[in-house]
């Protein structure tokens, strides 16, 4: 029977979403492609925003939209194994129906604060996985934007999510420089070892630019002191939050910090709005 | 006003189960909750506070949200449908009517909950004045008169006579359907009662208890204070505060798996639980204090922030009552606020 009779269908039902493709990033991450079962995709989304995925009986878990909105095809999500959603994900094949809701949360500034200006991105294992969608959109859009420099490190070469897009795809693009950082030095490997916060410090980048930044908390906190070393004020950068999340809509309460709600009024965050919530995270 | 003889409320209870369902403070195996209300349930009118609070009609304890079926990669989704049936909560005191305003205020206002929406525009609240508030009782605190609440309906017992006082519209068109199982009746009685009930208010225990020093804006001034250690160190965090609380409105959404079909249900949940906040890399709030903390800032700073300085306290004393420590947030109130 339909449902659409009396009342609307309330935001915490999933819509059905069908994975049509899967790729093995690094040994713990996998990025998934997905569409709506009629081909499309489920819903517009901006950079920065996340989705809830479901497999029924499993649970339900937010993740951050790693495809660019210029890509109209389809979602992709880049998810790390480290519990029982993630885990179950990894086992499915393609052709698995999935539960997508979504979209959640506050984007990037992409269309106003951003636009014109030089870009950097420093981001930290999985923590690529949101920048990768504003990343893509810039380069889509490129004239709306300056110099685009993206910082990425992870633990070893191996653990490098997208290593093949950065390197086959974003390099050509017109004025980008990618700086790659691994924590150890690794047979194989010529680029720079070290990490993120420490080859941020070396490559001395000027003022002149919005840094963006996503990782482990840790990696964040490191950097954002660097940045204000390097004489970044606060409203030049711009970070996400990630704390449990269950609702997505601001009210089961679990991402509450402060008066804020890291579901709806984040996941980014201007750095100076930071200093108006707690430090709980 | 109309009224009606206590003797007979059976009978007015029995025209409005005829209208729809009618929920009421009814005593179950010694505890009196919220019940769908029949002819053999033992409506208990004189019980100030149930157990659990009215919220349960409106938000309830667990609900299923949808039903999931799969078959190899297939999934099939079945969205549980929004109630879409008309019926009363009658007995209803005049802080957990409040609490209403304060759950709509979260379920409404912004990203609309549907199932909480749906039951708000089909329910009929029923008030019901409180002629002896308890010891426990501090709702004058937060501006709210136990001796007229507010309601789509009014009732009042004075003696051995309920006394009826349709307020909205939804009150009065319910009314109109009760035929003439109610009399007509003058306010004079029940005038009396409420300077009666007023004089008992200006006496209670707690009726000093105030918000002053809270509100929005003072995230920072309280957040750090170290007051919060020792006023949680005996919280063995069972959550009792939470769920007996008409204003918390945290849940979790669960999978339960039938053997036919995979329940999607929510349910309370409490942010005095360890794993409330649990993630992969870690606990945000690891010891039981953060989370204490968090219940009584979210209450007192951080929903006046977002609500336009309303705090998320009705004053219903339920936990003030039935914490096992004897912790409550009167107690940190004065703790923090110094008075
Ligand atoms: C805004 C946002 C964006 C995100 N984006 C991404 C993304 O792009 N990619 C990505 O991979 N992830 C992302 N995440 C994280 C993701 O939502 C999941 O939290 C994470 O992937 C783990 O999910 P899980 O269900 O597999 O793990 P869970 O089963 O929840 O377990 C996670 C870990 O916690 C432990 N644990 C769970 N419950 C308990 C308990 N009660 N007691 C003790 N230990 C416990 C488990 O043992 C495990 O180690 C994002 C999160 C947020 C909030
Ligand atoms: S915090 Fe205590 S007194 Fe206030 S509404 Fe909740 S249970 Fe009642
Ligand atoms: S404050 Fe009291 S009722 Fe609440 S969790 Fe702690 S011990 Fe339990
Ligand atoms: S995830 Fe429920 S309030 Fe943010």
Redesign the interface.
């Known amino acids: 029977m339909c ?1 659409c009779a ?11 979403a069908v994975i049509t493709d899967i790729r093995t990033d690094t040994p713990d991450v996998k990025t998934f492609r997905v569409v709506g079962v009629d081909g499309k995709i489920n819903f517009d989304h901006k950079p920065g925003q996340c989705a809830m995925l479901t497999l ?5 878990a937010m993740f951050s939209i790693t495809s660019s909105p210029t890509n109209t095809e389809y979602k992709e999500f880049s998810i790390k194994r ?2 029982t959603l993630t885990d179950a994900l990894h086992s ?2 393609v ?5 997508i809701r979504g979209p959640y949360g506050k984007p990037f500034p992409v269309d106003t604060e951003f636009k014109g200006k030089n870009l950097l991105f420093i981001g930290g294992g999985i923590g690529i996985a949101p920048l990768r969608s504003v990343i893509n959109y810039a380069r889509d859009n490129r004239d709306d934007y300056g110099k685009i420099d993206v910082l990425y490190g992870s633990r070893s070469k191996e653990d490098l999510v997208d290593y093949e897009e950065m390197t086959n795809e974003w390099v050509k693009s017109r004025d980008f420089d990618l700086h790659l950082t691994i924590d150890r030095e690794q047979e194989g490997w010529d680029g720079h070892v070290g990490f993120v916060p420490n080859y941020l410090k070396e490559l001395k980048f000027d003022t002149n630019r919005i840094a963006i930044i996503c990782g ?2 840790i990696m964040i906190k490191f950097c954002l002191a660097a940045l204000i070393e390097m004489g970044f004020d606060k409203t030049q950068v711009y970070t996400t939050l ?3 999340m ?2 997505g ?6 991402c ?4 804020k709600y890291v579901c ?1 009024d984040g996941p980014v965050f201007r750095c100076d709005e930071l200093d ?3 430090n ?2 | 006003m109309q009224k009606i003889k206590l003797e007979n409320i059976n009978e007015l209870l029995q025209s409005m189960a005829q209208i729809g369902k009618v929920y009421a403070p009814i005593e179950k195996a010694g505890q009196v909750n919220y019940y769908e209300w029949n002819k053999d349930a033992k409506l208990r009118l004189d019980v100030l506070n149930t157990v659990k609070s009215a919220k349960d009609v409106f938000f309830p304890q667990t609900e299923d949200l949808a039903s999931f079926k799969t078959e190899g990669k297939e999934i099939s989704i079945q969205a549980e449908k929004p109630l879409d049936e008309d019926f009363a909560v009658f007995g209803v005191r005049a802080c957990d009517v409040k609490s209403f305003d304060i759950l709509d205020k979260v379920f409404i206002e912004e990203n609309t909950d549907e199932f909480y929406k749906a039951r708000r525009e089909h329910g009929v609240v029923i008030s019901h004045a409180c002629n002896e508030p308890e010891e426990t009782c501090f709702c004058t605190t937060f501006g709210i008169d136990a001796s007229a609440p507010k309601g789509d309906i009014e009732t009042y017992t004075v003696g051995d006579t309920l006394y009826w006082l349709p307020v909205t519209d939804k009150g009065k068109e319910y009314s109109a359907k009760l035929g003439n199982i109610l009399e007509e009746a003058d306010e004079s009685q029940v005038n009396k009662q409420k300077e009666t009930i007023k004089a008992i208010m200006d006496k209670l225990p707690l009726k000093d208890v105030t918000t002053q020093a809270f509100g929005a804006g003072k995230t920072m001034e309280y957040f750090d204070r170290p007051e919060w250690k020792e006023l949680s160190e005996a919280c063995i965090g069972c959550g009792t505060c939470t769920y007996v609380c008409p204003t918390c409105q945290c849940y979790d959404i669960r999978d339960y798996d039938t053997g036919k079909s995979i329940e999607r249900f929510r349910c309370w949940d409490s942010c005095m639980y360890s794993d409330f906040t649990m993630m992969a890399h870690g606990n945000p709030r690891k010891t039981q204090t953060e989370r204490f903390r968090q219940r009584f800032m979210h209450k007192l700073v951080y929903f006046p922030d977002n609500n336009n300085g309303e705090f998320s306290c009705v004053g219903c004393g339920r936990c003030v009552a039935k914490c096992p420590i004897s912790m409550n947030i009167v107690k940190v109130m004065k703790a923090l606020g110094g008075k």
């Open positions: 449902n009396n009342g609307n269908i309330d935001k915490l039902i999933p819509q059905l029924p009986g499993i649970g339900e480290c519990g499915v094949e052709g698995q129906q999935i539960g482990p908390p990630e704390l449990k269950k609702c809509i601001g009210k089961c309460g679990r509450n910090i402060g008066s709806k108006e919530i707690p709980e995270y």
